[in-house]
């Protein structure tokens, strides 16, 4: 289900989108359709920061704060952002607490100019770095692990030729996950960290180029896709329009580790991530779900959104119709609900209601994408009974949840996570189903269509060993 970042312990960390208008045009309102489409990988701040290439690029103009895209921006502040080099960013924090100083992009002054910057993911020996960069000085602005990635690039750029360079060598430094955009006064610098958790690619519109976390932000404004930015690239776009790529940093491909929560929730369904679309993906994951967890029934259902497109792949799978039993109020802001248990159980029932004539009196399967703490499942199967359904089977398009991740999503605490310590059976009678399935964990590489992912909070299998210390939160304390 989606209920976004707020109202959950539980969440991703950011959306990415940088652009150069080489020509010499305002950035600044694409960047901010661009963020619109990415608003799902985050809604607790969103900023934009521009500078003009063909003028005084030390002036930056910068506008960023708490809240969702039509939050922060209007026509006004827009027309302000005067630029044709930009980076935007959408912010769900991991680690560092959802502040105003904390939104991105992250704008520093330093030697050679200014440095924008704007990341997503979660670095796993951020505080180890951040420690040895106080101890030299630092004062840091900000709580997040993405701050220290901009402090090594202006260090590095000090004893560095270019931008890039300096990227490359900041970077040899960091452990985690990283899909960076980083304007340096006249280049556009994207950089994806060696597993290639997380998405990033690269598009034109016209004469610009854009970086940015997912395809279906290119499709929103028009652009063209050109490529996906590989696992340890750094690519670099000049004024004069080159792409100049550096792959010091890569790993072997059977090194890498996309992540594979990306697939089953966090991508937007059009998106295409390194080449697998995202509803191919989920189709996939329901027809294996019918193959393995098949079950008698009537109509076969999803939980709006994330449940919707592995519902389809079931009941292509087994032949049960597919149908819609929910309405959904699209009016509840994500903002009002509070992180706690007793609002979450409202906030399903505010934001979902059982279609009666569509459920009565009928077996029904019901898709969801991933069960965490199990309350959205149990409100789900209540309401579905309520609504006159006979039987419910809840089926779900990914492995049960049993370990923490420290690549950027924020599972809770394991004795939270419903699957700890409990057998499916168990897991079925506290959500109320008459049946449950899940997703086998060895489907997990058929949704990324063979690529080699990290499955880590479902296998206990990390692609980096997990750090000694626990950076959820640390730099808050
Ligand atoms: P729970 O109610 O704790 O079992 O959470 C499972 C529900 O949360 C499912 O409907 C998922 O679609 C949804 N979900 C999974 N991951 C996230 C996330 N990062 N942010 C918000 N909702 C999520």
């Known amino acids: 289900m989606d209920f976004g970042a707020t109202d959950y312990s539980f969440g991703e960390d950011c959306g990415v989108f940088g652009m150069y208008d080489l020509s010499g045009g305002d950035v600044a309102t694409t960047i901010y359709y661009g963020l619109y489409a990415l608003q799902h990988r985050g809604q607790e701040s969103a900023g934009i920061a521009v500078t003009n290439t063909f003028d005084d690029v030390d002036k930056v103009f910068c506008h960023k704060d708490l809240g969702r895209v039509n939050k922060v921006f209007n026509e006004e502040n827009i027309s302000r952002l005067k630029g044709n080099l930009g980076v935007g960013h959408v912010r769900y924090s991991t680690a560092g607490a959802s502040t105003r100083e904390n939104s991105q992009p992250l704008v520093l002054a330093y030697i050679k100019g200014t440095l924008v910057l704007a990341h997503n993911g979660n670095l796993t020996n951020a505080p180890k770095l951040r420690r040895e960069l106080a101890m030299g000085g630092a004062i840091f602005q900000t709580t997040t692990d993405s701050e220290t990635i901009a402090y090594h690039i202006a260090r590095e750029r000090i004893h560095s030729k270019t931008a890039q360079e300096a990227t490359v060598k900041a970077l040899r430094k960091v452990q985690g996950s990283y899909s960076l955009v980083v304007a340096s006064p006249r280049k556009l610098i994207g950089a994806r960290d060696p597993w290639g958790f997380r998405p990033l690619v690269i598009g034109k519109l016209d004469n610009a180029y854009i970086i940015t976390s997912e395809t279906c932000a290119l499709e929103t404004i028009n652009a063209e896709f050109v490529r996906d930015v590989l696992p340890g690239e750094v690519v670099t776009i000049s004024s004069d329009g080159k792409i100049e790529s550096n792959l010091e940093l890569a790993l072997p491909e059977n090194k890498t580790a996309r ?180 997703l086998p964990l060895e489907a997990l590489k058929e949704m990324s269509g063979g690529l080699p992912i990290c499955d880590a909070c479902f296998s206990g299998n990390y692609p980096i060993a997990p750090p000694n210390e626990d950076i959820r939160g640390e730099f808050d304390k």
């Open 259 to 438: 992540c594979i929560f990306e697939y089953i929730y966090f991508c937007r369904p059009d998106t295409t991530f390194d080449g697998m679309s995202v509803t191919k993906s989920r189709i996939i994951a329901g027809k294996i779900l019918a193959k393995t967890h098949p079950v008698e029934a009537d109509l076969v259902v999803g939980v709006p959104e994330s449940g919707n497109m592995a519902a389809v792949g079931y009941s292509m799978e087994s032949g049960i119709p597919y149908g819609i039993a929910f309405t959904k109020n699209t009016y509840v802001g994500r903002t009002f609900i509070k992180p706690k248990q007793s609002s979450r159980v409202k906030s399903v029932q505010v934001k979902l209601n059982a279609l009666r004539e569509v459920v009565a009196g009928k077996k029904i399967i019901i898709i969801d994408d991933s069960i965490v703490r199990g309350t959205t499942s149990n409100q789900i199967v209540e309401m579905l009974r309520n609504a006159g359904a006979k039987e419910i089977h809840m089926r779900v398009s990914a492995p049960p949840f049993y370990h923490p991740c420290y690549f950027g999503i924020d599972i809770p605490d394991e004795n939270q996570l419903i699957a700890n310590g409990r057998t499916v059976e168990e897991i079925c009678k506290i959500i109320g189903a008459d049946s449950l399935g899940y």
